[in-house]
């Protein structure tokens, strides 16, 4: 194609201006640089993450076009892309890795102290094109469609916050906030042999999905409707559960999560920190005296060896062990965006995982 021609490519991208201005404009397609792909971007989903960043916080620098979980077609590649070529289906995992740090030299990318980020640091997803290192890229099984692949990055946070708590076959586990992040954990933790799963929620609706998911009903408790941490004490004959995961960063079920773990058991901290919190000390001693582990996550591993998160969630997708379609409860286009985003700020609607379909 000419050169003039091509400056003439445009496509529909929603992009922030500044906190709560966000608006679907024609903007140029992302010329490629060798080692790049250009994606056609099938399925964006929405992130927790996003709803902050897009209303409050902002991201890096102004304009950028937010969106990190999303999945498309390849339509064009730059020089050496050995791994993917045009019409393959794909994921994009939106982790830039630096390459040089002492994280990078050893796969740790998730630790890079220099990393740029789709959707936060440079453009991302929601846009009809995207471009990405083709390293990024992640082939999609047959039987995976786009809007359950574009769910491999929350899986995989998932799932990385699973093996660092080192889920065990047996363990009993609760899930405070059955949100789309939470109920993914479930999946993973049944998946995984887990011998009881019970998912804390506020929201009736989300507890509803989750029994759509053949999540015991009785293990799907309502925090308004009875108090949780007696709840899950009865079904565990008092003691607790080996292993807990928030997923919601309120104080309420941090505090909550400190009380369910049992004796010897380990907590993970995986929702984002809403508020401060104050620990009375009798949950420090509990801490103590129950000798708990807490640990923490962050992102998920794509390092070749041995566990690659990102191909073994597609893996447990394809065989249908993690589901992510009877999770969406809006789709929306791109012109969509302002009025998406100031519903699912507001929370004007109950609403699980949220899609932007472009085109
Ligand atoms: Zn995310
Ligand atoms: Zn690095």
Redo the contacts with the bound molecule.
Sequence with gaps: MAADADKERKMKAAVLHAPGVIKCEEVPIPRLIDGEALVKVKAAGV????IRRVMVTGTYHFPTIPG??FAGEVVEVAGEAGNVRPGDRVVVIPLIPCGRCDFCRVGDYALCDDYDYLGSRTDGGFAEYVKAPARNLIPIPDGVDYETAAAT??AA?ALHGLRRARIEPGDSLAVLGAGPIGVLVAQWARALGAKAVYLVDTVEEKLELAKRLDFLPENCIDAGKADPIQAIKDRTGGRGVSLVVEAAGVPATLKGSLEIAGKGGRVLLLGNPQEDVTLPAKLISGILRKQLTLCGTWNSEFRPYPVNEWKLTLDFMARGLIKVLPLISHRFSLEDVAEAFDMMYHRRQVFNRVFFIPG
Excluded at 47 to 50: A, V
């Design positions: 992130c927790g993450s996003d990190h979980e990055e929350p946070v």
